[in-house]
């Protein structure tokens, strides 16, 4: 297996994951895993109350897009490690080899098939 070739989709991934999540949060200085959704700026006097529907729409959207891509970030970071320490593509449960091909659909996956869930 070309580990390299799994490196590099990991790290588009996390650019990516890094660009959408500094669109909607912010990343917390002190902890650059942790980003916090951006509260629409309460200073600007919302005209009306569908501006002001809108703003609290958008912000608990940021709210689930920043969890999901969190998620998925502390999943690729995982990856990253385990390519470092040498035990990328081994499943977390059985330690059995992780098929390539699930390896291509979900470079981030930590478990075979057989113990995914
Ligand atoms: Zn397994």
């Excluded at 509260?39 to 897009?65: H, I, T």
Aim: glycine fraction near 4%; aromatic fraction near 4%.
């Amino acid at each position: 297996m070309n580990v390299k070739e799994f490196e590099k989709l990991l790290l588009d991934e996390k650019k990516t994951i890094e660009e959408t999540l500094s669109s909607v949060s912010r990343q917390n200085p002190d902890n650059p895993n942790d980003w916090e959704a951006k509260y629409p700026d309460l200073n600007v006097e919302p005209s009306d109350k569908n501006d002001m529907a809108d703003e609290v729409e958008e912000y608990s959207n940021a709210l689930g897009v920043n969890a999901v891509l969190e998620a998925k970030l502390v999943n690729i970071n995982g990856a990253l490690n385990r390519i470092k320490d040498g035990t990328y593509g081994t499943c977390e449960v059985g330690k059995e080899e992780i098929l390539e091909n699930r390896l291509r659909a979900n470079p981030a996956a930590r478990t075979c098939v057989n113990h995914s869930k």
